[in-house]
């Protein structure tokens, strides 16, 4: 499976990335929103994780990548695990974004990432 991890926290995406690929996935990494869809175009993921809180992303709109996402054809129906520091977020509009979703607040177990995100692309119960 192929996963695009989204964080501007290089040990995020490192940590995420050791993970992944210890549990047989694919991984590619973006660092920023304009990083985001050329990504998603280029490598074709299965499943993206996605940091909310991205530099030049308005702190007041953490949604606005999965809304991008969500308005691109060719990621419209991708699934998305949301990753937040902020656990006061879950639910406030993850339910308003079609699609399967899933959501980890940081921290994290890395221990984690793998069964959510194969739940999250129904690929396990």
Same mark, same amino acid.
């Given at each position: 499976?192929?996963?695009?991890?989204?964080?501007?926290? $290089?040990? $995020? @995406? *490192?940590?995420?990335?050791?993970?992944?690929?210890?549990? &047989? /996935?694919?991984?590619?990494? %973006? &660092?920023? @929103?304009?990083?985001?869809l050329p990504a998603v175009h280029d490598f074709e993921p299965d499943v993206i994780l996605l940091d909310?809180?991205? #530099? +030049?992303?308005?702190?007041? =709109?953490?949604?606005?990548? %999965?809304r991008d996402l969500r308005a691109d054809a060719r990621a419209a129906d991708l699934p998305i695990v /949301?990753?937040?520091?902020?656990? =006061?977020?879950? +639910?406030?509009?993850? &339910?308003? $974004?079609? +699609?399967?979703? &899933?959501? *980890?607040?940081?921290?994290?177990?890395? *221990? =984690? *990432?793998? #069964?959510?995100? @194969? @739940?999250?692309? +129904?690929? %396990?119960?």
């Amino acid at each position: 499976m192929k996963v695009l991890v989204v964080d501007d926290e $290089i040990s $995020i @995406r *490192l940590l995420c990335r050791v993970n992944l690929e210890s549990e &047989g /996935f694919t991984v590619r990494e %973006a &660092g920023t @929103r304009a990083e985001v869809l050329p990504a998603v175009h280029d490598f074709e993921p299965d499943v993206i994780l996605l940091d909310l809180m991205l #530099p +030049g992303v308005d702190p007041h =709109d953490e949604w606005a990548v %999965a809304r991008d996402l969500r308005a691109d054809a060719r990621a419209a129906d991708l699934p998305i695990v /949301f990753l937040s520091a902020r656990a =006061d977020l879950r +639910g406030q509009e993850e &339910g308003s $974004i079609p +699609g399967p979703v &899933g959501y *980890l607040t940081k921290p994290f177990n890395p *221990l =984690d *990432l793998a #069964p959510m995100l @194969r @739940r999250v692309a +129904g690929l %396990a119960p």
